[in-house]
């Protein structure tokens, strides 16, 4: 959907974020926002306030946007139905708006989506159709669609209705938390930032909106330094929520006026704070979400003094992938380790294995036979580890009791 301004009017004006928090009032939940003296400390922030979108309907912020567009289609509009492209959250989100609204939903995915994300979405009663190998070809087929059928295209960022939607959880953090000083939020196609920025700048005092991207999609801060849209030719990042190729027209006008600055963080530390979120703020995030947090305990950003509001902005993620990212999340942060070792007297070492990493007080994740390589010695026992402990030099001690066992060598480790 679009809207029509005079040329010297904001795309989106706080009066819309307003009129879009009445009408989707009764859909959405007001999310919480959970204090952290835990991040706060490891930020020098004075305060760090989570704004935890990830326990929101469909497990993120989308059913705001796309409620919010879909309440205002036309009788015909409605009768026709709509049509989205999605690999995930903006799937589900259209897809309960649909069923919320009783309008019948198509969702265009690719071939590479999980199956348990498209069963989530046929739960909320849309139709799905797998097209295409990559989300482009998908989304060029749903416009193709979409011009073919009169369904109306429901596009998960470019759309000043969608902005004005996600703008409505700026309104609840400036009253869930009104000493804020800066915000933290992931950018993907620039919707969220958009939104909530507009309302943070429309505020009586002055916040500072700050966007977060993966270095392997940073295409934003280009682009606003340049004044143009700047493409990425390809996006290598495990933060697939935000993988976008670029900001598109509405958003990138948008964001001209509200961000202030992005920054960039590692897949690496995304992990972390997936990791650290699920250990100290006991909340499931997915990668996407949990990019924010990465930034506010980077070496990139100066918090010290600030009260910071902090965007865990969705939460679909499946526990095989959660499990992944929390280990190497606990190995950049020098809390996990995995070493082979050589065992004489398989299985009786394996007992004393255990027995000594649960006496050093660290948590034995892993154990397993290895296979047999042509430099292990023929008559012991190749096996592999991982463990998990306090720090690193937790770790190199349990190392150290492990090498002191007869008939247990350590022969190689991922520790420095």
């Given at each position: 959907?679009?809207?029509?301004?005079?040329?010297d009017?904001?795309l989106?004006?706080?009066?819309?974020?307003?009129?879009?928090?009445?009408?989707?009032?009764?859909?959405?939940?007001?999310?919480?926002?959970?204090?952290?003296?835990?991040?706060?400390?490891?930020?020098?922030?004075?305060?760090?306030?989570?704004k935890?979108?990830?326990?929101?309907?469909?497990?993120?912020f989308?059913?705001?946007?796309?409620?919010?567009?879909m309440?205002?289609?036309?009788?015909?509009?409605?009768?026709?139905?709509?049509?989205a492209?999605?690999?995930?959250?903006?799937?589900?989100?259209?897809?309960?708006?649909?069923?919320?609204?009783?309008i019948?939903?198509?969702?265009?995915?690719?071939?590479?989506?999980?199956?348990?994300?498209?069963?989530?979405?046929?739960?909320?009663?849309?139709?799905?159709v797998?097209?295409?190998?990559?989300?482009?070809?998908?989304?060029?087929?749903?416009?193709?669609?979409?011009?073919?059928?009169g369904?109306?295209?429901?596009?998960?960022?470019?759309?000043?209705?969608?902005?004005?939607?996600?703008?409505?959880?700026?309104?609840?953090?400036?009253?869930?938390?009104?000493?804020?000083?800066?915000?933290?939020?992931?950018?993907?196609?620039?919707?969220?930032?958009?939104?909530?920025?507009?309302?943070?700048?429309?505020?009586?005092?002055d916040?500072?909106?700050?966007?977060?991207?993966?270095?392997?999609?940073?295409?934003?801060?280009?682009?606003?330094?340049?004044?143009?849209?700047?493409?990425?030719?390809?996006?290598?990042?495990?933060?697939?929520?935000?993988?976008?190729?670029?900001?598109?027209?509405?958003?990138?006008?948008?964001?001209?006026?509200?961000?202030?600055?992005?920054?960039?963080?590692?897949?690496?530390?995304?992990?972390?704070a997936v990791?650290?979120?699920?250990?100290?703020?006991?909340?499931v995030?997915e990668?996407?979400?949990?990019?924010?947090?990465?930034?506010?305990?980077?070496?990139?950003?100066?918090?010290?003094?600030?009260?910071?509001?902090?965007?865990?902005s969705g939460?679909?993620?499946?526990?095989?992938?959660?499990?992944?990212?929390?280990?190497?999340g606990?190995?950049e942060?020098?809390?996990?380790?995995?070493?082979?070792l050589?065992?004489?007297?398989?299985?009786?070492?394996v007992?004393?294995?255990?027995?000594?990493?649960e006496?050093?007080?660290?948590?034995?994740d892993?154990?397993?036979?290895?296979?047999?390589?042509?430099?292990?010695?023929?008559?012991?026992t190749?096996?592999?580890?991982?463990?998990?402990?306090?720090?690193p030099g937790?770790?190199?001690?349990?190392?150290?009791?492990?090498?002191?066992?007869?008939?247990?060598s350590?022969?190689e480790?991922t520790?420095?």
């Open positions: 959907m679009s809207r029509d301004r005079d040329s009017e904001a989106v004006a706080l009066e819309d974020v307003e009129a879009a928090r009445e009408r989707i009032a009764d859909v959405v939940h007001r999310t919480p926002l959970d204090t952290s003296r835990t991040f706060s400390h490891m930020s020098d922030a004075a305060s760090v306030g989570l935890l979108e990830n326990v929101q309907r469909t497990g993120s989308k059913i705001r946007g796309a409620y919010n567009t309440a205002q289609l036309s009788p015909e509009e409605h009768e026709v139905g709509v049509i492209s999605s690999a995930g959250n903006h799937a589900q989100g259209v897809a309960l708006a649909g069923d919320l609204l009783d019948d939903t198509t969702i265009v995915v690719p071939e590479v989506t999980p199956a348990a994300k498209i069963e989530a979405t046929r739960g909320y009663g849309a139709e799905v797998v097209e295409g190998d990559i989300y482009e070809r998908s989304y060029e087929y749903a416009l193709e669609r979409a011009a073919e059928t369904e109306t295209f429901v596009h998960p960022f470019d759309d000043a209705d969608v902005v004005a939607g996600q703008g409505t959880i700026g309104l609840e953090l400036l009253e869930q938390y009104p000493e804020i000083d800066t915000v933290l939020v992931a950018i993907g196609g620039g919707g969220l930032i958009s939104g909530i920025g507009t309302v943070l700048k429309a505020a009586e005092r916040v500072r909106v700050i966007g977060v991207q993966p270095e392997g999609a940073a295409h934003a801060k280009p682009s606003l330094e340049a004044g143009e849209i700047r493409q990425l030719p390809d996006v290598d990042t495990v933060a697939e929520g935000i993988a976008d190729t670029r900001l598109l027209e509405t958003t990138f006008e948008i964001a001209r006026e509200v961000v202030d600055d992005v920054v960039s963080v590692s897949d690496r530390e995304i992990a972390a990791t650290l979120l699920a250990e100290r703020a006991k909340t995030a990668s996407a979400g949990a990019a924010p947090l990465a930034a506010a305990l980077s070496d990139d950003l100066d918090l010290e003094g600030e009260h910071v509001g902090i965007i865990i939460g679909n993620v499946n526990l095989t992938e959660h499990a992944e990212l929390t280990r190497t606990l190995h942060l020098e809390r996990y380790t995995e070493a082979r050589a065992l004489a007297g398989w299985p009786t070492s007992g004393a294995v255990v027995e000594t990493v006496a050093e007080g660290a948590e034995l892993v154990l397993e036979r290895a296979r047999r390589t042509a430099v292990d010695h023929p008559n012991r190749p096996v592999t580890i991982g463990v998990e402990g306090s720090g937790h770790l190199e001690g349990v190392l150290e009791a492990l090498s002191a066992l007869e008939g247990v350590v022969v480790r520790l420095e």
